[in-house]
């Protein structure tokens, strides 16, 4: 059965950082794509970013480009989130979700129940 379990959420001050870590469980972590989601109270999913299987490839949404960073550890079956100066409108529950194949295409087949992000001061 496929898992993946978020973990780092929380409530943190408007330039604060956070790290979202994702683990994932019943599926061989290695072969496959992952990305974060998010949706902000009120609004829409919004695709976050996404690293290829390898973790040679990364994509960014424009929002937090140069202030968030996507790593995984293929090792440790981990995604992780690193997100600094963090801003109001990056409130949001935050979700791990793993793609099709080993690119960001196909779209995504699992997704975890996710972590709530809260910048405020």
């Known amino acids: 059965e496929v898992q993946l379990v978020e973990s780092g959420g929380g409530l943190v001050q408007p330039g604060g950082s956070l790290r979202l870590s994702c683990a994932a469980s019943g599926f061989t972590f290695s072969n496959y794509a992952m990305s974060w989601v998010r949706q902000a109270p009120g609004k829409g999913l919004e695709w976050v970013s996404a690293?290829?299987?390898?973790?040679?490839?990364?994509s960014y949404v424009d929002s937090v480009k140069g202030r968030f960073t996507i790593s995984r550890d293929n090792a440790k079956n981990a995604l992780y989130l690193q997100m600094n100066s963090l801003k109001p409108e990056d409130t949001a529950v935050y979700y791990c979700t793993k793609y099709r194949s080993s690119w960001y295409r196909y779209g995504m087949d699992y997704w975890g129940k996710g972590t709530l992000v809260t910048v405020s001061s």
């Open positions: 690293i290829t299987s390898g973790g040679g490839s990364t």
